[in-house]
């Protein structure tokens, strides 16, 4: 991506990639099952429906039965795939979440959809930057947060392949594909360096990759050389891939559309203070609610575009170096 101009490419929302890689996976995975809570056209699962009606479920609004649902599928072989808005399916399904498919470690999918900020207008009430500092808590528990569309589907067809519980987080607003390439390839459990750099270490996460590299271009303009590491997989985080960076720069700051308290920032934290402990920024929602404006304008409110994080790790970068 260095180099290219993010406003001038395609851009899509994470959940369209989501509906669309569970109907191609519907055709390979005959026990591939959806649940969704009455929000099947916002979290794009209705496009599974549309093709297997049969393998659809709408369990309406009661989140919380839906993952019991979910948990008694899973005990059966099949492999469920819950769907409903983040604050939901992990703010009040939280304790089946936790007892009824963290506890006995079963297969369950959670797809998230409409997470962070950029639920826009709906409001503080809706916008769930706490999810993963949730979901991270359950033990066995995966976490991904894709980047872009072309993340979303390799994800989703990760977790699949994955036996055991997966947190997918999703979001509403259409955000630029900057994975669309030939070389592209995907594991979980694995972060990309996607810009190599000598001087700062900038660890994104979910629509704050895009901004990082953004921001990289603008600080290499400046003399300041920024590595960019795309982490979908917040846990297990590569903690390998993240020593090996701050080993190389000195110094990192990390980047997400959730809470600084408990997100990739304190998963990267957890990571250096226990092997190699460097200065750390974290670029997040600070210890506040969200409020009601379009996304565009509340990702520049909290600093989550490309002029705030470059304005963010530019003083970071001056204060720790003592200019």
């Known amino acids: 991506m260095s180099g290219k101009n993010l406003s001038e490419v395609r851009k899509a929302a994470t959940r369209e990639g989501y509906g669309s890689m569970l109907v191609e996976l519907g055709a390979e995975y005959p026990n591939l099952v959806v649940l969704d809570a009455d929000l099947a056209a ?5 496009m599974f429906g549309k ?9 309406g609004i009661a989140e919380a039965n839906m993952v019991g649902v979910a948990a008694g599928m899973a005990s059966l072989g099949l492999i469920p795939f819950v769907s409903s808005f983040a604050m939901f399916v992990a703010g009040r399904a939280y304790e089946q979440v936790r007892n009824s498919v963290g506890y006995p470690h079963l297969n369950v999918k959670i797809g998230a959809s409409h997470a962070g900020i950029t639920v826009g207008e709906d409001g503080a009430t809706h916008q769930c930057n706490e ?13 991904m947060c894709p980047a872009d569309e072309v993340e979303a589907r390799a994800a989703v067809r990760a977790a699949v392949e994955y036996d055991g519980p997966v947190y997918l987080r999703f979001g509403r607003a259409a955000c630029p594909v900057i994975n669309d390439t030939p070389n592209y390839k995907f594991e979980m459990g694995k972060g990309t360096v996607v810009r190599e750099g ?3 270490t900038l660890i994104a996460t979910g629509i704050c990759v895009g901004s990082a590299l953004e921001a990289a271009e603008r ?3 400046e003399g300041i050389s920024a590595e960019v590491i795309n982490i979908c997989t917040i846990k297990p985080l590569d903690e390998e891939l993240v020593i090996a960076s701050a080993k190389k720069t000195g110094k990192v700051v990390t980047a997400e559309e959730h809470s600084i308290i408990g997100g990739l920032g304190s998963a990267v934290c957890d990571a250096l203070c226990r092997s190699y402990p460097v200065p750390v920024h974290k670029i997040g929602i600070e210890d506040v609610y969200g409020v009601s404006a379009s996304a565009a304008v509340l990702v520049e409110k909290f600093g989550l575009d490309g002029a705030g994080v470059y304005k963010s790790v530019k003083e970071f970068v001056e204060r720790t170096e003592g200019k």
């Open 131 to 143: 999810d993963i500092a949730l979901m991270r808590s359950i033990p066995g528990m995966v976490v």
């Open 42 to 46: 916002a979290t794009k699962t209705g």
């Open 198 to 200: 000598s001087d700062v």
């Open 219 to 221: 600080l290499a303009k």
């Open 51 to 59: 093709v297997y009606p049969d393998r659809h479920i709408n369990c």
